[in-house]
């Protein structure tokens, strides 16, 4: 079981990692291009800036889910750090049920928005706007995921004494 989550997590992390920097190197490409058209051509594509929006909501929401597998979020532990250490384990677990909760709950609201954009079509690109709002749903997906594989570790390191 150990083995399985840990290669779930590993793939979930190369693919995040790589869907990040895919569509980081296409905002950097199509801003460039904007610019760059503005200087060469009569008119700059109008596409440019909705798909930079697009590319740059993408990069956010594929990269979030990694900076919650990294602990990058800021939190106030002070709180947590004067407690005795017995209390410090199930403040955290209960600290990070809540967070998994918030982020299905976001998740399942996020779920009937992205149904609203099969039904518009974006100016610029024209295509469904469905696939701009998928964003929208995939951020706190992978955030609770991550959060749900740090519950589980904190929980078996707790009651194994072991690793995840």
């Known amino acids: 079981m ?37 200087f060469i051509l009569p008119q700059a594509p109008v596409w440019t800036e909705e798909l930079a929006r697009v590319l740059f909501i993408y990069s956010t929401s594929f990269s979030v889910g990694l900076a919650a597998r990294d602990g990058a ?57 469905f696939y701009f709002y998928i964003a929208i749903l995939i951020a706190p997906l992978f955030i609770g995921i991550y959060y749900l594989i740090s519950l589980a570790q904190v929980v078996f390191s707790y009651k194994y004494d072991g690793e995840l």
């Open 73 to 129: 979020y800021v939190s106030v532990d002070l709180i947590r750090k004067v407690l005795p250490l017995s209390f410090q384990l199930y403040v955290e677990i209960i600290i990070k049920i809540i967070i998994i909760s918030f982020m299905l709950l976001i998740s399942h609201y996020a779920i009937d928005f992205v149904k609203i954009g099969s039904f518009q079509t974006s100016p610029a690109l024209q295509i469904q706007t």
């Open 2 to 38: 150990k083995q399985k989550i840990n290669k779930i997590k590993l793939v979930m992390d190369k693919l995040l990692e790589v869907l990040t920097i895919i569509s980081f190197l296409g905002l950097i490409g199509v801003v460039l291009l904007q610019v760059l058209a503005r």
